[in-house]
Structures are given as C-alpha cells and as structure tokens.
C-alpha cells in the first residue's frame, strides 16, 4: 500500500493507474491503485478555461482528409515518462476514404525507436498527429499541420502501425460537447445514462456463470431476480453471448481487421478479471490482472502537480472511482480548442453521445513493452472538468463539472485485523454495478487473497434515488471474489438497469468479516417426533447435520403447529435460504412480477432479506388467496374470489398460504428435507 497525504495542497488527488494491455488499436489505459485509508475527498477540481494557460487564442490549423498524401511525413506528440510531451516521427502509408459512411483513416508508420521496439502503446489514444506541408521545414516537434488523433491498430506487430482519427470529425464532435443550461441534476438526467441495457449487468454475470459452470448456490440470489425481472434464462443470457464474443480477448487478434479495442482496467489478479471480465465487456472494458499499487501512486518529487496542463500530447485521465483505490481510464489529449473544450482519444468510451464523467490531468512512470501490445504506466493528478460527449471519433470535455459521485465505504476485518475503505465513485448507469462490485472485492482482498478455506460476513446497505434502501445480510462460504460480486453486484444492477425507471444508487456502506474457516452445515435428515398433532402444538423435529470437516450431530427445532388448523394433512419443509425463496415464489408467483419500479425495489428487497445461515420451517396450508399484482387479498369468500379473478384475469393470481419460521445458524446451510404432519 503506497501512503499519501492528503493534506498537502501540492496534490489535488491521490493516485495512481496501472496500465494493462489489449490487442493493440490505440486506446486508452485504466488503472487501480491504493492511497491513504480513510481519507477518500473528491480530487480537487482544477482551473476553469479562462485561467488556464492552455486554451489557445485561436483553433490549430488543420489538414483535412482530402489534403492528406501518400508518403507525407509529420510527427505526433505524446508523454512516454513523467508529463514531458514528446515528438516521434510518422510518415503516411495510406488513406482509407471508405472506413465507414462519410468516414476515413490515415495509416501511419512509427519510426522512433522506441515504438519499433514496443509497437502501439495502450495510452496513447489521441496522440495528437501532424504533417509537414511541401517545402515545409521539417523540424521534429515544430510546425505542421494537425491531421487527427493516434487511434486504431493491430495487435502482434513487428512494426508500429496506426491508423489517425481525422481531426475535422473530432472536431465535429467537440461542437457537441456542451452542458445544458437547465440540467440540474447533471448526470442522472442526461440521455445516455438513460439509455443503459436493461439488466446488463445482471445477463452478463449468469451467461459468465453458465460457461463457468457456476453452481446454483453461487447464484440464486441473481436466478430469482432474473426471473422476477423478465430475463428468460435460455433467450436473454444466451444472447448475451453474442457480446461477450465479440469482447472477448481471444478474437482480438490479427486476423486483416483494425479495431477500437477493449478499454483495460487492471485489477488485482486474475481470478478477479476472469470474473470481472462479462460484466464490463459490453460497455468495452477488459480487466486485466495487474499489480495493484506498483510504483503508481503520487507523481514522482521532479513533477508540480499545479503545472500540470491538458493541452495537446498530454495525459487525458478520466477517473471512475477514487480514494482508497483509485480506477480510471487514460489516453492522450489530441486538440485544445479555444473555447477551452477538450478533445481526446479518437475513438468513443461507449459511444453513447451525452455522458458525464470527471476529466482530469495525469503522468506517465514508463512505458512497459510487450508482444502483443504495450502499455503505459501512470496515474492521475487533478480533475479539471467533465468529459460530457463520448462519440465514434473522440471524447470531448468542457471545464466545468458535470458528473455526479457516490461516495462508497467497505469495511474489511480480516480474522480481527479491521481497516476501513473510502471511496467516490462515479454515478453512471451502466458502469456503478460493476464498480460496486469490484470496490467491494478489491477491498476484501486488499492485503491478502481470500483463501479457499474461509467465511466472509457481509452485512450492509445501499441507498437509491427515492429513498429507497436495500440491506445486505449474508454468509459466504467458501468465501472469494465470484461469491462477493454475486452477492453485490445483482441488487444494484436489478435496481440501476431496470425496465421502468432507473434508482440510481446514492451511496454504499459494507462490512465484510473475514474468519479463516468454512462456517458451513449440511442438513442430512430429519426424525420427527410425532406426525399426528393437535392444532396448537409444538412438534419436535431433530436435524441430523454435519459441519465442515467435523461428524454429523443433531440439532433439535420446534414446528409451531396454528391453533386454527383444520383436520389433514399438511406439508413441511426444512431446508436453506435458497430452497425456501424457490418454494416462496412458487406459492406466491406474483411475487416474482414486476410491473413497476416500485416493484423491482419489492423484489430486491425479498430476495436480499433470505439468508444464507438460517434454516427455514415452511408449514403448507390448504387454503389459497388472491393477490391484485403484488397485492394480496386472503381468506376472500370463493364467489367474490371468483368475481374478482374474473374481472381483473390478467393481474389476479391465486396464491398457497404458509407458515413461516426462521431458525438462525451461525454458518452457511445448505439442503433440504420434506415431511407431513
């Protein structure tokens, strides 16, 4: 854990980024990081437009595609150490004026020597790229035209090949990049974050789950929700696939085709991107294991933060969660416009137009050359506004704030050993589920992996618009990163990414108890004491069960018998949180309907409340109610049943009574017996 200090004002954030790779088409970094516990204040905001000394008095003068030549020689300018800008030479090798509709290219060839050696660099995504006009001067880093941004590539190259966003498109897009005058509530309300696949998340992680081969037991909570929310386990998560395909990092080779490729994000090791991997790839993210925290927290003592500019070839940070651990994508600004908009990247995050995310200045410790396509190592320095438009040909950001945070706080005791986390992270609709999720994990393993043999306690709760709170109260064993994420990340996708109307999460506030063993009890068999009972009556039942790696024992619990019980025979059941929701759901299907946001909460909140370390007594009784949608409506008289099912046939449902009992555990159970009184 490298330690910062806050306090001091030469550091307006504490941070860090640690660059993965991807295939190479030139993009943008993300990195994690560490920074001091329990000090998680938003990075200062830095300079408007009209007090930094990097807006231009007039727009760089420009060539078009059209004006482009074959054999033309330029350079681009990027940052390989520190914030030092730095010229490399390219010449141009062809022009595509059939890319897309209405879209070009420009390939280019690096010749500096150090991108012979490394090929494309994650990172420098929007390297600004200029020509030398015939009889111009050439002079390295001097003069020149500006034709576009370092943006597209191969990946395992024995050269360095680009292909160059051209800069009147970016430019195109910059004209849309604005805030609007009446948009108070800034990034809830903007149409892109609107636009988020419905349950995304929650498809992502079961069609990861069924090609991992996922037990039930991992996901049951997502199962019910999944269908209490509509998803046809068969139809939607399958067709998931069809993304998780095309993200996939196995099909980012070369194979003739360029690409924007995923988005990196270095995570702590790799069984977290294995997991990780489903839930960002349709948004274009690819976790990579990485060093979390290696030499990537402040800039090195040579660099002033407060110098620190976004002008043309610097580090453009765009930071997703910070505080503890900090998360964030970084490429290269490409132009600086005079109306101080910034443009950058030369190819979308999303592609989604509006979005809302912070814009933020960054270094570089060094580059780390690989095979299949390098990367740069860096972090982040001082937000200084909003990227506000993410288009096919760049982002673009404005000074001023847009984005909207959550603040979010974990709290790790790890077999007696207890630190708390803080983060802020950034409130988006397609992005949250998944931060939340690895903020949550990253934190659970923060000093050590979890080991195989052990049980997290992980109680909390999660706060959304409307003032709606879900609580989280479960056992987990064995304990590790899948089970965390299955746990976290299904409530708050189900509630950001609903059909209805999104509940953004308003802040978050966990506690995982870490014991360095399996709590866990199987439920063997059950003797019963008497079957013939009176109404009133207490029923002895004895549990055979059988802790991890002990013999089995009994466990003795009472069936409280209703005094108001009619002659019969009635159903029992003993068994786990997961048995018993199944059953729950199948007496009161309606339950499991969400016709509005209101219900999805509803929902949420059942689904949430079933614990894992509790046996449940469920008693079937034999009369039945009606329920309006959620609503239920017992003991009606049959004929006024019958007249209310009749009138309302497509909202009415019958329904099983029960009686209920919670008998807790102090670890997880698991199994199910039936008998009959």
């Given at each position: 854990?490298?330690?910062?200090?806050?306090?001091?004002?030469?550091?307006?954030?504490?941070?860090?980024?640690?660059?993965?790779?991807?295939?190479?088409?030139?993009?943008?970094?993300?990195?994690?990081?560490?920074?001091?516990?329990?000090?998680?204040?938003?990075?200062?905001?830095?300079?408007?437009?009209?007090?930094?000394?990097?807006?231009?008095?007039?727009?760089?003068?420009?060539?078009?595609?059209?004006?482009?030549?074959?054999?033309?020689?330029?350079?681009?300018?990027?940052?390989?150490?520190?914030?030092?800008?730095?010229?490399?030479?390219?010449?141009?090798?062809?022009?595509?004026?059939?890319?897309?509709?209405?879209?070009?290219?420009?390939?280019?060839?690096?010749?500096?020597?150090?991108?012979?050696?490394?090929?494309?660099?994650?990172?420098?995504?929007?390297?600004?790229?200029?020509?030398?006009?015939?009889?111009?001067?050439?002079?390295?880093?001097?003069?020149?035209?500006?034709?576009?941004?370092?943006?597209?590539?191969?990946?395992?190259?024995?050269?360095?090949?680009?292909?160059?966003?051209?800069?009147?498109?970016?430019?195109d897009t910059g004209t849309r990049a604005v805030i609007k005058p009446d948009d108070d509530k800034a990034a809830s309300n903007l149409k892109s974050d609107r636009r988020a696949p419905a349950h995304e998340s929650l498809r992502a992680m079961l069609g990861y789950a069924q090609q991992e081969g996922w037990s039930g037991e991992i996901t049951w909570r997502a199962d019910m929700l999944a269908k209490g929310l509509g998803l046809d386990q068969q139809k939607d998560v399958a067709a998931n696939d069809d993304t998780l395909q095309r993200f996939a990092p196995t099909n980012l080779k070369a194979d003739g085709k360029p690409y924007r490729m995923m988005l990196p994000m270095a995570v702590g090791n790799a069984g977290q991107a294995k997991w990780l991997a489903p839930l960002l790839a349709p948004m274009g993210i690819e976790p990579m294991a990485g060093p979390i925290g290696a030499k990537a927290g402040l800039p090195p003592s040579e660099i002033d933060p407060k110098k620190v500019k976004l002008e043309a070839g610097s580090v453009l940070s765009l930071p997703l969660a910070w505080g503890d651990a900090d998360l964030n994508a970084a490429g290269t600004v490409t132009d600086v416009l005079p109306d101080g908009k910034v443009l950058g990247f030369g190819h979308s995050m999303f592609g989604e137009g509006e979005i809302a995310l912070p814009m933020a200045t960054g270094f570089i410790h060094f580059v780390v050359p690989r095979q299949s396509t390098s990367f740069k190592l860096g972090g982040t320095v001082i937000i200084k506004g909003s990227i506000v438009r993410d288009e096919n040909a760049a982002v673009a950001g404005v000074r001023e704030q847009a984005f909207k945070t959550i603040p979010v706080k974990v709290t790790v005791d790890n077999d007696g050993q207890k630190k708390t986390y803080t983060y802020t992270m950034v409130q988006h609709s397609r992005l949250t589920p998944s931060i939340a999720a690895q903020l949550a994990t990253m934190s659970a393993e923060a000093d050590t992996k979890l080991p195989a043999l052990s049980t997290v306690k992980l109680t909390g709760t999660a706060m959304f618009e409307g003032n709606r709170k879900v609580t989280l109260n479960t056992l987990i064993a064995p304990a590790g990163g899948p089970r965390i994420m299955a746990e976290v990340m299904p409530p708050i996708g189900s509630m950001v990414q609903n059909t209805h109307d999104e509940m953004m999460l308003q802040s978050l506030d966990l506690q995982l108890k870490v014991t360095q063993k399996v709590e866990a009890v199987q439920l063997l068999g059950a003797r019963v004491e008497k079957t013939e009972v009176n109404p009133g009556d207490k029923v002895k039942v004895t549990l055979t069960v059988q802790?991890?790696?002990?013999?089995?024992?009994?466990?003795?619990?009472?069936?409280?018998?209703?005094?108001?019980?009619?002659?019969?025979?009635?159903?029992?059941?003993?068994?786990?949180?997961?048995?018993?929701?199944?059953?729950?759901?199948?007496?009161?299907?309606?339950?499991?309907?969400?016709?509005?946001?209101?219900?999805?909460?509803?929902?949420?909140?059942?689904?949430?409340?079933?614990?894992?370390?509790?046996?449940?007594?469920?008693?079937?009784?034999?009369?039945?109610?009606?329920?309006?949608?959620?609503?239920?409506?017992?003991?009606?008289?049959?004929?006024?049943?019958?007249?209310?099912?009749?009138?309302?046939?497509?909202?009415?449902?019958?329904?099983?009574?029960?009686?209920?009992?919670?008998?807790?555990?102090?670890?997880?159970v698991a199994g199910r017996v039936a008998f009959q009184l």
């Open positions: 854990m490298r330690l910062v200090n806050h306090n001091d004002p030469d550091y307006g954030v504490p941070m860090t980024t640690i660059l993965r790779s991807l295939p190479c088409v030139a993009v943008f970094l993300i990195g994690l990081l560490f920074t001091t516990v329990g000090q998680a204040d938003a990075p200062a905001t830095g300079n408007t437009a009209s007090s930094d000394a990097t807006v231009p008095a007039k727009a760089a003068a420009i060539m078009p595609l059209d004006k482009v030549r074959i054999g033309a020689k330029g350079y681009g300018l990027t940052v390989f150490h520190g914030v030092k800008i730095e010229p490399f030479p390219v010449e141009v090798i062809s022009v595509m004026r059939d890319f897309g509709p209405k879209r070009g290219v420009v390939w280019i060839k690096c010749s500096d020597p150090r991108l012979l050696k490394s090929g494309p660099v994650q990172g420098m995504s929007g390297s600004p790229i200029y020509l030398w006009e015939p009889g111009e001067k050439q002079e390295l880093g001097k003069g020149g035209k500006l034709i576009g941004a370092f943006a597209f590539g191969y990946s395992w190259t024995r050269d360095c090949y680009a292909g160059v966003q051209p800069i009147e498109l970016m430019r802790e991890q790696g002990q013999s089995p024992t009994t466990k003795v619990i009472w069936v409280n018998v209703p005094d108001n019980l009619a002659a019969g025979q009635y159903p029992v059941m003993v068994s786990d949180g997961r048995s018993y929701l199944q059953q729950k759901v199948q007496n009161r299907p309606h339950l499991a309907q969400t016709q509005s946001a209101n219900d999805v909460y509803a929902l949420v909140q059942m689904v949430t409340k079933v614990r894992t370390d509790a046996f449940y007594v469920v008693l079937q009784l034999p009369r039945t109610g009606l329920a309006l949608g959620r609503h239920e409506l017992p003991q009606l008289p049959s004929s006024r049943k019958a007249l209310i099912a009749s009138a309302a046939s497509k909202v009415a449902n019958s329904y099983a009574d029960t009686v209920e009992q919670v008998v807790p555990m102090n670890a997880v």
